[in-house]
């Protein structure tokens, strides 16, 4: 088929906080269009847009799912994401290559704390917005309290709708636009009709509202208002879209998606009320020189496109998606990559869910797909002529929550590691390393939740499998007084004996000061070519210390004296002295265990305020102070790593899962006294 005209293109990324329904409602709009032949009740993890099988099991968007319908001759490219907090990243990753956003409200939940955190996100980004008023037919749904908590959100959200008959009875919409209902009995699509004679009192006052809101964003149309004058529907629409595209007004609409009632409604929305590639702001690069490039939507010239998001698929290998921001790219051509990597463009696609729809080419606006590309990732972009320009990259959470894991069959280490670092670029958020000191392969994620799915992920996908334990945390040892002691060895065994002796004084140095050695030898006593090798058994000696093995770190080393023998001494048997005398020298230097000290900072309502503080100080946290953010509040403070290894479900149960932190290292502190001997009794286990 052939690229779509960009002014009939819609590109809309469907937000909200976990539970609001958003799936379903991308379900009943492809169903209202035609564009799959259910309804909008379709049980959960088994929607056109949750396809993967991890999905299915736990009845909730996991990743960002492309579909797309047409309606009114327009092509409507629906970007479902995660409203689960542990998959923010894919949910983040999808804003700069859409121009709108729809938000997703429960009406019975109200404004949630994702919704909040996402509405913001888009605010920063400048991505007009409009709002649906979900699950409207649940017990203790309120159309009025939802529209009272978004105007407490952002003062500019209007209501073009409202809803006939309540919870369970509703039955219809009623457009304040057209002053027309369309009610629903099971089809697709609603019955068009005047508005209900009990609901026409509240409706004229509701018009009369949603009139002098959306005047006040038009200096023509406040003073038309004001002298009494008829504003017109088309006068009403204009001025939506206006104040839509200019974030000053954020449309709301009604619908109960279980039922399909009021999705065709909310693509009428979409058509009319939200901008097209042509009409949204010019997009930012950065050009290779470091000078910022504006790129508009355009026809002709080269192709700009940008990856957005990355699936690592077993078959196919890497599923790159793509948003062109300016230009044609065609099937079968050639492109030029981030970093100036040459790719060769195969069969172009587009998705709906998980089917493949194949495209002759992605033309400016619109959003399609490909596969195995070499080097292409998220974040990416591809132009098909001259130099390369670069995207800024979306800021995503960092992972809190890691695990050190081994492969459930022992056999299967190095496949592991390389499965997971496939599933790295389809998830950016992940950390998988190797911890140098322990030696584990750590995996970091949001939560427990988001490591768990992507342990499911990798025996599905790649069939191989691990096991989650634990992290070690990396404590370290030092000393704190000054020390000396011998280091000797002598041995003979008939022919060329072994023998070598060193006197070593250990002394501490401030913490973070790392190891110093110092050659203090005069007269001989050691020949200079062998103090290279007292100080590799020094080190080797200081790998494991004498109180549970840790590494010990802040010392100063110094070799004063010691003997040799013309002989039998050798580079071997001072390195093997240098071991003896170090560790002779720890044991009498009062050794201390230290532990890893993180900064927390933890992000809850204000209502948990109290119980996130009294908990931290439980873990022999030390608080920073706080930050007050909208409804939010931020509370900081220094915790042992040690006490936040279990912290994610903790602060899940505290908040009602409305909480989140984020945790970096700040430094190494002295373990209390009482504590000592957990730690070693963890390192000797």
């Known amino acids: 088929m052939a690229h779509e005209s960009p002014d009939k293109l819609r590109n809309v990324a469907v937000l909200g906080h976990r539970g609001s329904g958003k799936t379903s409602l991308v379900e009943a709009m492809l169903f209202a269009a035609g564009g799959t032949n259910r309804r909008g009740q379709v049980p959960a993890g088994t929607t056109v847009a949750d396809y ?3 999905e299915k099991r736990r009845g909730m968007s996991i990743s960002a799912a492309l579909t797309n319908a047409r309606w009114q001759g327009v092509k409507v490219n629906l970007l479902d994401t995660p409203g689960e907090p542990s998959f923010h990243a894919d949910t983040l990753s999808v804003l700069p290559a859409v121009d709108a956003a729809l938000m997703v409200v429960n009406a019975a939940s109200g404004v949630e704390l994702q919704t909040r955190r996402l509405w913001q996100r888009c605010e920063e980004l400048g991505l007009p917005r409009a709002v649906v008023v979900n699950m409207l037919d649940r017990e203790r749904a309120s159309f009025d309290e939802a529209i009272a908590a978004l105007r407490e959100m952002a003062p500019g959200c209007v209501a073009l709708q409202m809803p006939i008959g309540a919870e369970h009875d509703i039955s219809g919409v009623v457009s304040l636009v057209s002053m027309t209902a369309s009610t629903y009995d099971g089809g697709a699509t609603g019955t068009p009709g005047p508005v209900p004679a ?7 006052a509701a018009r009369d509202a949603m009139v002098e809101s959306v005047a006040e964003t038009d200096d023509e149309l406040i003073e038309k208002y004001l002298s009494g004058e008829e504003i017109s529907t088309d006068e009403l629409i204009a001025a939506i879209r206006a104040g839509v595209r200019e974030g000053r007004l954020f449309p709301v609409v009604c619908a109960a998606s279980d039922r399909g009632l009021g999705a065709d409604r909310v693509l009428d929305l979409i058509i009319e009320a939200l ?27 080269p192709a700009v496109v940008y990856c957005f998001k990355t699936l690592a698929d077993q078959f196919s290998g890497r599923i790159n998606l793509l948003r062109s921001f300016t230009g044609v790219l065609p099937s ?14 195969g069969q172009l696609f587009t998705l709906l869910g998980k089917d493949h729809q194949g495209l002759t080419a992605i033309g400016p606006g619109d959003i399609g797909a490909v596969a195995k590309l070499k080097e292409l990732c998220t974040g990416h972009v591809l132009v098909t002529g001259g130099p390369v320009p670069s995207m800024a990259g979306v800021t995503l959470p960092p992972a809190v929550m890691s695990f050190a894991v081994t492969a459930a069959d022992g056999g299967d280490e190095d496949k592991l590691y390389q499965s997971l670092r496939r599933l790295c670029d389809e998830d950016p958020t992940l950390d998988v390393h190797r911890d140098e000191q322990t030696g584990d392969l750590i995996v970091g994620g949001l939560s427990q939740l988001h490591v768990e799915v992507v342990g499911e992920r990798l025996m599905r996908r790649f069939g191989v499998g691990f096991e989650l334990h634990p992290p070690h945390v ?19 065994t008939g022919g060329r004996g072994q023998f070598a002796d060193c006197w070593l004084r250990v002394e501490p140095l401030p913490h973070g000061a790392g190891f110093e050695f110092v050659d203090k030898i005069v007269g001989g006593a050691i020949p200079r070519s062998y103090i290279p090798a007292v100080e590799k058994g020094v080190i080797e000696a200081m790998q494991r210390g004498e109180l549970g093995g840790y590494p010990v770190v802040d010392v100063r080393v110094t070799v004063y004296d010691g003997k040799y023998h013309a002989v039998d001494s050798s580079e071997m048997a001072f390195k093997i002295a240098g071991q003896l005398g170090m560790k002779a020298a720890l044991a009498k230097a009062h050794p201390v265990l230290l532990e890893p000290i993180m900064t927390v900072s933890v992000t809850v309502p204000k209502e948990s305020v109290g119980d996130v503080m009294g908990d931290l100080s439980g873990r022999r946290g030390h608080p920073l102070g706080m930050e007050v953010i909208g409804d939010l509040e931020v509370v900081r403070a220094e915790v042992p790593m040690s006490e936040m290894l279990s912290y994610a479900p903790d602060l899940r149960a505290m908040t009602g899962g409305q909480g989140e932190y984020t945790m970096e290292f700040a430094r190494y502190e002295e373990v209390p006294a009482h504590l000592v001997d957990r730690a070693v009794a963890a390192a000797t286990a």
């Open 52 to 54: 993967e099988e991890e």
């Open 474 to 492: 990396p404590y370290k040892e030092t000393i704190t007084a000054e020390a000396k002691a011998e280091g000797k060895h002598k041995k003979q």
């Open 198 to 204: 009990d609901l026409a009192d509240a409706a004229r």
């Open 332 to 345: 079968d051509s050639h492109a030029a990559g981030t970093g100036g990597t040459k790719e060769r463009v």
């Open 275 to 301: 901008p097209s590639p042509l009409e949204a702001s010019p997009r930012t690069l950065t050009g290779a020189d470091g000078t910022p490039v504006a790129v508009s939507c355009a026809e002709d010239g």
